[in-house]
């Protein structure tokens, strides 16, 4: 009965007895394992299925007295008791060496007593969920993906206001609870105006990604450049005081000097104008970006192409 039950069963599964001896393969694990029952039954090379070195498999495990801590020894992490099945244990893994290729499979393993309560064996099911695996690393990237797209400036490539309103408020709490100073830096293209009515925003779209990418091209990891409309562009620079702020704000604004030639729209050279601050005691968002907005103003009415620190 036990072995026409077993053969009915359409998941791969296999059953032990006390001393470890496989008394039960089914069909289903004969097709994921390569391996025939007529080999398997009577053998304990149960390992041979999922392992290229004998170890024990689940069903072994759950056969010790000291299953705990074999568990812990072969499945760290990777287990967790069944709630509905007292002391069945669940279990995924990844396989690297299976016949039709590696697989993600999900093992479940259960020990059997007879009618007088003693301990007869135990039985062991996987599944392959490899596509499930799949699947979800997928749904991961996309809505990793999405998330980016809803934080990102599509045309540019940094982050937008939007996400700039939630990056300030967590550093100007960080620097609130620490006194970690940080700067950020207003940057505005200078005569932007004129690009868009002489050469058109297609130009004028080439003008604000090559000044995008230079940004990004002069920042650290930790540094968080924004676009905050139209050609205003905001660096928020973590641990960072005016003059290293100021430094970083210059080489920006010469990078976009030297580099115009790289810039194949027919545009005459674009320059830049910069405003720096840096956080002080009780800012707020408004505070800090007002401050920053001033500077910038002064460097327009400086000259233009050049870089103001606030007072």
């Excluded at 056969?63 to 760290?76: G, I, V």
């Excluded at 893994?93 to 020990?111: E, I, R, T, V």
């Excluded at 700039?164 to 967590?170: G, I, K, V």
Aim: with cysteine; hydrophobic share 40%.
């Amino acid at each position: 009965m036990l072995v026409n039950f077993f053969d009915r069963i359409v998941i791969p599964a296999f059953f032990l007895d006390v001393e470890h001896k496989i008394i039960g393969w089914n069909p289903a694990m004969e097709a994921l394992s390569g391996l025939s029952r007529g080999l398997m039954l009577g053998s304990k090379a149960q390992w041979k299925a999922f392992y290229s070195e004998e170890r024990p498999v689940l069903a072994d495990l759950v056969l010790e007295p000291d299953s705990n801590a074999q568990l812990e020894l072969y499945y760290s992490g990777r287990y967790e008791y069944c709630d509905v099945v007292p002391g069945a244990v669940n279990a995924t893994d990844y396989f690297p060496n299976m016949p039709q290729g590696p697989k993600w499979m999900s093992f479940s393993a259960s020990a059997v007593y007879d009618q007088y309560g003693n301990m007869c064996g135990a039985v062991e099911t996987v599944l392959d969920i490899t596509e499930q695996k799949h699947f979800a690393a997928l749904l991961i990237k996309r809505e990793r993906h999405f998330r980016e797209l809803s934080i990102t400036d599509q045309l540019t490539g940094v982050y937008n206001s939007r996400y700039l309103h939630r990056q300030l408020q967590e550093e100007l709490s960080r620097s609130s609870r620490s006194g970690q100073v940080f700067s950020i830096c207003m940057l505005d293209l200078d005569n932007f105006k004129n690009v868009n009515d002489h050469y058109g925003h297609l130009a004028g779209d080439d003008v604000l990604q090559f000044f995008a990418n230079i940004i990004k091209e002069n920042l650290r990891k930790q540094d968080r450049a924004f676009r905050f409309g139209g050609e205003e562009f905001l660096i928020l620079l973590p641990d960072t005081t005016t003059q290293s702020a100021y430094v970083v704000a210059e080489r920006i604004r010469e990078s976009l000097v030297l580099r115009q030639h790289f810039l194949d729209t027919g545009v005459k050279p674009v320059t830049v104008s910069i405003g720096v601050t840096e956080y002080k005691e009780g800012d707020q968002e408004t505070t800090l970006i007002g401050r920053a907005d001033n500077a910038l103003y002064r460097a327009k009415a400086a000259g233009k192409n050049c870089t103001i620190i606030s007072a």
